[in-house]
Nanobody
Framework: VQLQASGGGLVQAGGSLRLSCASS??????VGWFRQAPGKERELVAA????????YYADPVKGRFTISRDNAKNTVHLQMNSLKPEDTAVYYC????????????????????WGQGTQVTVSS
């Protein structure tokens, strides 16, 4: 499985960005979006199971970020609204080793495949 993350950029505080994670294979994989800010550990931002029925958001992004999937296009999106300077980070999408996981995985070690990362910079 190869993942391609895209959609990052520079935006002012309060603005929006939409990240995309395109998969080279079927859309039957759970996907997690992680981020890593300079000097900080990588953290899970949002996750969605393979069917899209179960979704998780980290507390700092609840109500501002929306994860969704377009299985016809093998793509998972992360819509980020009301961006804050503290959202500045490199964002990565990741998928587990096997498809059809109904449960959500919240730990880095539970993900096997990783995209290359896309930079999100929010200016104040």
């Amino acid at each position: 499985v190869q993942l391609q993350a895209s959609g990052g950029g520079l935006v002012q505080a309060g603005g929006s960005l939409r990240l995309s994670c395109a998969s080279s294979t079927s859309s039957n994989y759970a996907v997690g979006w992680f981020r890593q800010a300079p000097g900080k550990e990588r953290e899970l931002v949002a996750a969605i199971n393979w069917s899209g029925e179960t979704i998780y958001y980290a507390d700092p992004v609840k109500g501002r970020f929306t994860i969704s999937r377009d299985n016809a296009k093998n793509t998972v999106h992360l819509q980020m609204n009301s961006l804050k300077p503290e959202d500045t980070a490199v964002y990565y999408c990741a998928a587990p080793q096997y498809p059809y996981y109904s449960a959500l995985m919240r730990k880095e070690y539970e993900y096997t495949y990783w995209g290359q990362g896309t930079q999100v910079t929010v200016s104040s």
